[in-house]
């Protein structure tokens, strides 16, 4: 999805604009005033996300209003941050938000209602007063004292959302954290696996058969823990993430899967040019002089084999990693310190 301006993210001027149009919209469908269909109706008018409006006039169509299931799943899917759905430990903080988003939600729609009301009786009474100077300055002073207070509700809800923007904003910094701490792999400070799923699933959509994925695996790992030890082999992982993070290109992404195996993912990098790349790192690695810091014993000769794969067509990301992988095994099969790709 195309980058988006995040719910609340106006200021107030922006957000009464918005409510002056969404409101007589919902108040027409006769959509629940919820801080669910709030959000999607400010989001709605301000056409900012097309795919939220196509599937609002599906749902309409469809039940000829938006039930509560639909403007559920639709807030969740178009502006519920992804990490607020993931995040269980902040569940009360955003409980709080949107219990004092319904309340002032009801408080301003009831404005509204109230004001909609004198619109109607206002209506009525043209029809007897309509040469009656009196009435007609009487009826003139009541819209107006309705308009004012349906006015001062506005702006108070407006206000409101500038202040929830600004909570919103704190929590989002908070959820964005604790994502990284998810998505890291303590050992070398690189991504993991969840991380490197997250990119790769990120990436895929539009990449053009220029998304290629390297995956790279130390040889002859288990032999080095067992004749140096764990501790070795440890700090050997550690070591060759840093050396392929420091030769990693522009639009690049890394991550640690497992034991001594990386992914690198290449966007805007075809075939060609990937198989080159992981041959220079395949090369450096082989040509490390690596002395474990302890003990300053030299080790034998380290060495990666790397299987690449880019994406293709209408391929899914698991296939792509399928593929990579077969390469990676085939590359080891060849008797290692190689790389394997389709030719």
Known sequence: MAAEVPMFQYNTE???K?????????AKLDIPPTPYNYGIWYEYVSNRTPKLNQVVDQALRRFGSLPAFVSKEVFNEFLLPEEFQHAHQRDESFKHL??????????????????NNTIL??????????????????LAMLLEQGAFKANQAIDGYSRTLANTQEELA????????????????VMTLLANEKGFERSLFSLAPAAEDDLSLLLVDI??????????????????????AKLLLNNLPENSFIARLNGGQFAILLSETELSIAAQFAETLRHQVSIQKIRYKNTKVLLRQVTVSIGVATLVGDESPKELVERARHYLLYAKRTGKNNIAHHE
């Open 98 to 115: 949107t219990q004092h988003l319904e309340t002032e939600t009801s408080s301003v729609s009831s404005e509204i209602a109230q004001f």
């Open 170 to 185: 704190a929590l989002r910094s908070e959820l964005l954290d604790a994502k990284k701490n998810t998505e890291l792999d």
């Open 121 to 138: 009786l206002t209506k009525k009474a043209l029809k007897h007063y309509s040469n009656d100077t009196d009435q007609l300055a009487r």
């Open 219 to 240: 040889d002859h790992l288990g032999a080095i823990n067992q004749d140096y030890g764990i501790k070795v082999g440890t700090s050997l992982i550690r070591y060759i």
């Open 18 to 26: 918005l409510m002056k149009s969404a409101i007589p919209l919902m």
């Open 14 to 16: 922006q957000a009464n």
